[in-house]
């Protein structure tokens, strides 16, 4: 199919390449080498002198990670010959988008079918004057100047305890206030209350069930004040504030309107299953529609989308999208929560497996954590995988591919694991699950 792509920034890659997963990867990844050089090499018997952080370095570095990565995408779209137009793209008719350039001038171009990509933008709350310099999102978070004395976080979400880890880990004190009485509350709560351990081991302190009422900008300070169950008020005093309470719908511009395709309550762009509008001809995809917010998710969609237009029959299994935290232990799920088990009345048993019993873990030093299978009490069908501990992010693969083919927590325990790895972790735990059968525990 003739292709164009509009993009209004001058880089391609969304927020994903140039604001999200790749530049917060990069910091995690650097923050995690200086924590390991100030805090285990000496017990690994590596003795360094004047360890310290360049963090101009260290966000140059990001920086560069991400100019490679979009400069890949830019060479797809030559290879796949796309037509590449930067510009605010906004609907005149149903298959008519118009351009406007930076320059304001502008270009109208035509489509059989239009895709709606426009993904998802930082969300505040109404009293809180985000000036981007005290008070900030996760795209300030990814270029700071100075590492932060105390950073307060609002929101225990994803991308907060990823970039408070960032910034936790060289150095800066970290709190954060969470209306919830859990991190990371979407997940199988086993994983918020393990992961507030090993960060408050990182010197995080936890404000939960505690509601942002004010966030004042004072100059060199910010004060957030919160108020708990009881209604007493706490006032916390930081440097940097960090908002990060989740992501809106972005249809700014997008003049859907002019096409007839309806939004709903919340601002996502209306789909049915087929990923279609209300529009026969209009689709869309990723952060802007319904489900988790997720670059993995975002793709599936796109190529699902492809697919449909092509006449294709395509297919998403949304339980089976995983999803990810990058602190260090990383966190990864897939399938159903104990918690959703439990709404559904479902019987299930459960087999857990701590990383604090795994070989390949202590040879590490990174005992945090533990893998847990939740598997039907009848079938011993593998319905969800929750894992907390090293390198979980890559090992929650093998668990989307068991799922997927629908294996039962007998199948995995009868198929080798290299030894010593982490991923014998979740053997062992499936071995747990079915008759408590785990080898090392
Ligand atoms: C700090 C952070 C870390 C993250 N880490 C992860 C992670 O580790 N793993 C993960 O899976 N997800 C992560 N995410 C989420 C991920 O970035 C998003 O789910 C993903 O980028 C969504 O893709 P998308 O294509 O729907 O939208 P986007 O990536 O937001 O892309 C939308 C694009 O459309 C452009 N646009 C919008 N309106 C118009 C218009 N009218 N005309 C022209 N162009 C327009 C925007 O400029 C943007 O480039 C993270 C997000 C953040 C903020």
Redesign the pocket.
């Known amino acids: 199919m003739k292709t164009a792509l ?4 001058s880089t391609l ?4 390449l ?4 790749i530049p ?2 990069a910091l995690l990844d650097s923050s995690e080498h200086y924590h390991n050089a100030a805090h285990t090499f000496k017990t690994h018997g590596i003795d360094l002198e004047n360890l310290g952080v360049n963090l101009t370095q260290m966000i140059a570095r990001k920086d560069d990670v991400v100019k490679q990565n979009v400069e890949g995408i830019q060479f797809l779209m030559k290879k796949n010959k796309i037509d590449v137009f930067h ?4 609907f005149v008719d149903k298959n008519t988008v118009k351009i406007t350039k930076e320059d304001a001038s502008a270009e109208e171009i035509t489509g059989k079918n239009i895709i709606i ?4 933008k ?1 969300s505040t709350l109404p009293f809180i004057k985000l000036d981007k310099q005290r008070v900030i999102t ?1 795209t300030e978070a ?1 270029k700071l100047k100075e590492i932060p004395k105390h950073m307060i976080i609002i929101g225990g979400g ?2 907060g305890m ?2 408070g880890s960032v910034y936790g880990r060289l150095g800066a004190k970290v709190s954060v206030v969470e209306y919830l009485d859990a991190i990371i509350p979407s997940m199988d709560r086993t994983m918020g209350k393990e992961l507030q351990k090993s960060l408050k081991k990182l010197g995080f302190d936890f404000y939960l069930k505690h509601k942002v009422v004010a966030v004042e900008n004072q100059g060199d300070e910010v004060e957030v004040k919160a108020e708990n169950a009881k209604g007493e008020t706490i006032s916390l005093k930081g440097d940097y504030v960090l908002v990060s309470i989740g ?1 809106r719908p ?1 249809t ?3 003049n859907a309107e002019a096409a007839g395709v309806k939004l709903t309550d919340r601002g996502q762009v209306e789909v049915d299953e087929h990923l279609r509008t209300n529009v026969p001809n209009i689709f869309a ?4 529609v319904k489900g988790a ?6 793709e599936e969609e796109g190529a699902f989308v492809a697919e449909v237009i092509a006449g294709q029959k395509p297919h998403i299994n949304y339980l089976l999208i995983p999803g ?1 935290v ?1 602190t260090w232990p990383e966190v990864a799920s897939v399938g159903y929560t104990e918690e959703q088990l439990k709404e559904q009345k479902r019987k299930y048993k459960t087999g857990k497996f701590p990383f604090m019993a795994s070989g390949r873990a202590r040879a590490s030093m990174d005992t945090d954590g533990v893998v847990k299978v939740l598997a039907d009490a009848e079938t011993d069908e593998i319905l969800g995988v929750h894992m907390i501990g090293p390198r979980t992010a890559d090992m929650i693969a093998e668990a989307v591919v068991a799922m997927e083919y629908r294996a039962s927590a007998e199948d995995i325990s009868r198929m080798s694991h290299a030894h010593p790895t982490y991923t014998e972790a979740f053997k062992e735990a499936c071995l747990a699950a079915t008759d408590n059968r785990a080898l090392h525990i």
């Open positions: 509009i993009e209004k920034y890659g969304g927020t994903c140039n604001v999200g997963c917060s990867k510009g605010l793209g906004s990509a426009t993904g998802s930082p996760s990814l994803v991308i990823e970039l992501r972005y700014d511009g997008l995809i990723g952060d802007v917010m997720l670059a993995h998710k975002a990810v990058y």
